[in-house]
């Protein structure tokens, strides 16, 4: 008679138990088998199992400058030991430092800034002070955006599945965004003349008081699927915004940092100075904070009291400013926009490979590929896209995925990897697109 040996629960498995038992269901976890991480440098990370993986999603598009990067944690630990917190009640010279800094590398007129947590947050500080600012309540956004958890920033959100819950949507109107690949017009571009870009006025003249407040977008719409939109589209929405009396925010939460290469912010890509600017995720290289930067003209018009508990906090300002400072030293600008631009080239070329691969889309270190069922009718994989993110971490690779759909492969490796990790990485996709039935 054979027994079958008894099989003992790995430590992941302990983590993964109680993560079940005392955290929402609503957190949820990549992969069948949820990876339990334990520590990470530059640009690897180790599960708690001794595994080791090449990370090309940054904690979602967080980890900008590498894991623990020295230049940065060195700083943290230093700070830590000397002053941890004081609220916005007292000044302090880190929260200074890094604003005096951040006058310094935005666009325009942009020198005020009001520090928080989060991006959503970020989003929420951005939308109140327009609306004050204005006579109008109303705002618009973008469908597919994804602007935060808050129950405004879920009503500016344009994805059902991020918008349970009974969100705040008065006042908030949704223009078509600019999806070339399934265009929400069914036009081709350039042939279509951007007319995405004219539907934001429409939606003004039709869905609002007939001015506006403010108009939000992300310049790469993250959660959507790294949707980018063509070099004409934010000049032609700036004019129509400013010609309804509204403020331009650019939610920059992950492609701030130079994160989309060569410039500190996405929407200088698109040659655009908006009136505000709003970021969180990579600003502290993984420590949680949010910025929400405005004229001082602007900044004027908040009315009644504000105060952040957290906001300005002396640790994640240190972090902040240390990230800008390797930012800086090492051009890491520059290095995303020519690694970036070789890591495109490779994608393209696996997309050339599969056909599974419909499009190939993003800028810098910021680049998707949607999965489609055939390429004519552009059915969502979204069930292979999930073998691929399965078999991707088999092989030792991390990527996120996105979309409105669940089938679109999102990556953001550290804007200081090399060409020779981008190689090591397309490697780890190949193999792992090949293993997918």
């Given at each position: ?245 509204g403020q331009y925010i650019s939610d920059e939460v992950q492609t701030g940092w130079g994160r989309t290469g060569k410039k500190w912010w996405g929407i200088e890509q698109w040659e655009v100075t908006p009136d505000i600017i709003t970021s969180a995720k990579s600003m502290a290289n993984g ?89 004519q009718t552009k059915e969502p994989a979204a069930q292979e896209t999930n073998q691929v993110l399965e078999r991707t971490r088999a092989n030792g690779l991390l990527v996120g995925k996105g979309g409105m759909y669940g089938n679109v492969i999102r990556m953001a490796p550290p804007m200081n ?21």
């Amino acid at each position: 008679m054979t027994t079958t040996p008894k099989v003992l629960p790995t430590r992941s498995d302990e983590v993964v138990r109680k993560h079940k038992e005392f955290i929402w269901p609503s957190v949820t976890n990549y992969y069948q088998h949820p990876l339990v991480a334990d520590h990470a440098s530059m640009q690897y990370l180790w599960d708690i199992e001794g595994n080791k993986y090449l990370d090309f999603f940054g904690g979602i598009v967080t980890i900008g400058v590498g894991h623990c990067n020295p230049k940065v944690t060195e700083k943290i630990k230093a700070q830590v030991d000397k002053l941890q917190h004081t609220s916005t009640l007292f000044p302090n010279e880190a929260v200074v430092a890094l604003a005096e800094k951040l006058a310094e590398i935005t666009p325009g007129k942009l020198q005020k800034s009001f520090f928080t947590s989060s991006g959503t947050e970020a989003n929420e500080a951005a939308i109140m002070l327009s609306r004050m600012a204005s006579p109008s309540y109303d705002v618009v956004a973008l469908r597919h955006a994804y602007s935060g958890g808050s129950a405004l920033a879920k009503s500016v959100t344009a994805q059902s599945a991020w918008r349970k819950g009974g969100v705040i949507s008065v006042g908030i109107s949704h223009a078509v965004n600019p999806y070339c690949y399934r265009c929400p017009l069914h036009l081709t571009y350039p042939s279509c003349n951007v007319a995405c870009a004219n539907d934001v006025e429409s939606v003004i003249q039709t869905t609002t008081s007939g001015s506006i407040a403010a108009f939000i977008a992300e310049p790469i719409q993250g959660v959507g699927g790294f949707i980018t939109p063509p070099p004409e589209y934010f000049k032609i929405v700036y004019r129509i915004v400013k010609n309804y009396g509204g403020q331009y925010i650019s939610d920059e939460v992950q492609t701030g940092w130079g994160r989309t290469g060569k410039k500190w912010w996405g929407i200088e890509q698109w040659e655009v100075t908006p009136d505000i600017i709003t970021s969180a995720k990579s600003m502290a290289n993984g420590v949680p904070v949010g910025l929400t930067i405005t004229t001082a003209e602007l900044a004027d018009k908040f009315q009644g009291l504000n105060i952040a508990t957290f906001g300005g906090n002396p640790v994640t300002s240190v972090a902040a400013r240390a990230v800008i400072e390797v930012i800086e030293e090492e051009n890491l600008r520059e290095n995303t926009f020519v690694v970036g631009g070789y890591f495109r080239k490779k994608l393209e070329e696996l997309q050339q490979k599969y056909p599974l691969i419909g499009d190939v889309r993003g800028m810098g270190m910021m680049q998707a590929m949607e999965l489609v069922k055939e390429r004519q009718t552009k059915e969502p994989a979204a069930q292979e896209t999930n073998q691929v993110l399965e078999r991707t971490r088999a092989n030792g690779l991390l990527v996120g995925k996105g979309g409105m759909y669940g089938n679109v492969i999102r990556m953001a490796p550290p804007m200081n990897i090399s060409k020779a990790d981008v190689d090591e990485g397309i490697r780890l996709l190949d193999k792992s697109f090949s293993e997918v039935r």
